[in-house]
């Protein structure tokens, strides 16, 4: 989500001597001849440049997030073809293993007309898995691979749509002789609007025992077929939800607007304590005008200036009116003893420290 975040999961999987993975969206960071990023404008080859000279060996894995066709903001914006989005997918993944990439999310659920349609998104799915084995087998590279093909829904994936796409799949590895996935991505009933978590699973209250219950029967296919379950959005679920996934058998999570909303809140309320208001009215109004909060709105928001601008905040943080922003308050906190990024990374550092926990992946304690 940015440069702090990132600062943050060094440290934490360096301290606490636990793989971490840092996943990146196309928009997030791509290859340098496709644009790069928005995430302190980093290309691909960058990031794993900063990454690698920080990171503890083994411990610290990079990750490609939502790579596919239509992924990229450019191929969004300009309109491409599906031959043109597809190349483009290809372009992104070859950087991604030759970057050092250890995990490759091949996600084929984005079509400028709407969801594709299964058999189409499948093809695609062949087509993106087969190029990504074969080159990294040319390179002597083990990938780890996770698919997904369904758009994110607030509930739970229908067991029949993830077991077609898993059977085919392993079919076409096996007849291929190409790795098998180590994860599907499947709807465990979270996604994320807004700043909360819409989805079945927010609140115990909203588990009841047919949705545990499917998620179980879910669990254990992928399980008869040796592939873990991963959960996108679970953004915003509360302590007892968390420790209800590694009950279940959930396997992995992402997390991710959280974090960036983390330090959005921790930068305006710093700037404003320190009594630099104004400095917090120019970036809200720097936020607001990326219309980047738009498409998490829920359909009947309530959401004012300040709430949308945080949602937004983190996609404007490489932007030289932020930098020269930012430089000013640094500039003026310091003057006062405050380090205004070590505040920043705590913020973050808090949000991931919770998770952590409550999915019993830490020694860390919660502070009390």
Same mark, same amino acid.
């Given at each position: 989500?940015?440069?702090?975040?990132?600062?943050?999961?060094?440290?934490?999987?360096?301290?606490?001597?636990?793989?971490?993975?840092? =996943?990146?969206?196309?928009?997030?960071? @791509?290859?340098?001849?496709?644009?790069?990023?928005?995430?302190?404008?980093?290309?691909?080859?960058?990031?794993?440049?900063?990454? #690698?000279?920080?990171?503890?060996?083994?411990?610290?894995?990079?990750?490609?997030?939502?790579?596919?066709?239509?992924?990229?903001?450019?191929? #969004?914006?300009?309109?491409?073809?599906?031959?043109?989005?597809?190349?483009?997918?290809?372009?992104?993944?070859?950087? @991604? =293993?030759?970057?050092?990439?250890?995990? =490759?999310?091949?996600?084929?659920?984005? @079509?400028?007309?709407?969801?594709?349609?299964?058999?189409?998104?499948?093809?695609?799915?062949?087509?993106?898995?087969?190029?990504?084995?074969?080159?990294?087998?040319?390179?002597?590279?083990?990938?780890?691979?996770?698919?997904?093909?369904?758009?994110?829904?607030? @509930?739970?994936?229908?067991?029949?749509?993830?077991?077609?796409?898993?059977?085919?799949?392993?079919?076409?590895?096996?007849?291929?002789?190409?790795?098998?996935?180590?994860?599907?991505?499947?709807?465990?009933?979270?996604?994320?609007?807004?700043? !909360?978590?819409?989805?079945?699973?927010?609140?115990?209250?909203?588990? %009841?025992?047919?949705?545990?219950?499917?998620?179980?029967?879910?669990?254990?296919?992928?399980n008869r077929q040796g592939v873990y379950l991963k959960g996108h959005n679970a953004d915003y679920l509360s302590d007892e939800v968390l420790a209800l996934h590694p009950r279940v058998g959930i396997h992995a999570i992402n997390v991710a607007p959280e974090f960036g909303v983390?330090? !959005?809140?921790?930068?305006?309320?710093?700037?404003?304590?320190?009594?630099?208001?104004?400095?917090?009215?120019?970036?809200?109004?720097?936020?607001?005008?990326?219309?980047?909060?738009?498409?998490?709105?829920?359909?009947?928001? !309530?959401?004012? %200036?300040?709430?949308?601008?945080?949602?937004?905040?983190?996609?404007?943080?490489? !932007?030289?009116?932020?930098?020269?922003?930012?430089?000013?308050?640094?500039?003026?906190?310091?003057?006062?003893?405050? %380090?205004?990024?070590?505040?920043?990374?705590?913020?973050?550092?808090?949000?991931?420290?919770?998770?952590?926990?409550?999915?019993?992946?830490?020694?860390?304690?919660?502070?009390?």
């Amino acid at each position: 989500m940015s440069k702090n975040c990132v600062d943050v999961i060094c440290g934490l999987s360096h301290k606490e001597d636990k793989p971490m993975v840092l =996943i990146a969206s196309r928009r997030q960071i @791509d290859a340098a001849e496709l644009g790069g990023g928005y995430v302190n404008g980093w290309s691909t080859e960058e990031f794993q440049d900063y990454v #690698r000279a920080r990171a503890r060996p083994g411990r610290l894995l990079l990750a490609r997030d939502h790579g596919g066709p239509w992924q990229g903001a450019p191929e #969004r914006e300009y309109g491409l073809s599906a031959e043109q989005a597809m190349e483009a997918a290809r372009r992104s993944f070859k950087a @991604d =293993i030759e970057s050092g990439f250890e995990m =490759i999310h091949v996600d084929t659920s984005v @079509d400028p007309k709407g969801p594709p349609a299964p058999d189409v998104a499948l093809s695609r799915l062949f087509e993106l898995y087969g190029y990504c084995a074969e080159l990294a087998l040319s390179q002597g590279r083990d990938i780890v691979f996770e698919v997904g093909t369904e758009e994110q829904s607030h @509930d739970v994936s229908e067991l029949e749509q993830t077991r077609w796409l898993l059977e085919r799949l392993l079919a076409f590895c096996r007849a291929n002789r190409f790795p098998t996935p180590s994860f599907v991505v499947a709807q465990t009933g979270a996604k994320v609007m807004e700043m !909360t978590n819409v989805g079945v699973m927010r609140s115990l209250s909203a588990v %009841d025992r047919e949705y545990l219950r499917k998620l179980e029967v879910l669990v254990a296919m992928c399980n008869r077929q040796g592939v873990y379950l991963k959960g996108h959005n679970a953004d915003y679920l509360s302590d007892e939800v968390l420790a209800l996934h590694p009950r279940v058998g959930i396997h992995a999570i992402n997390v991710a607007p959280e974090f960036g909303v983390a330090e !959005t809140r921790a930068l305006l309320r710093i700037l404003r304590n320190g009594g630099l208001a104004g400095l917090a009215e120019r970036f809200i109004q720097l936020s607001l005008a990326s219309q980047k909060w738009k498409k998490w709105m829920l359909p009947e928001t !309530t959401a004012d %200036d300040t709430a949308r601008a945080t949602i937004a905040g983190h996609y404007v943080f490489s !932007t030289p009116e932020f930098r020269e922003l930012k430089a000013t308050a640094v500039q003026a906190l310091s003057r006062r003893g405050v %380090d205004l990024d070590a505040l920043l990374r705590q913020a973050i550092q808090t949000q991931v420290v919770r998770y952590m926990a409550h999915l019993n992946y830490s020694g860390v304690a919660l502070a009390a």
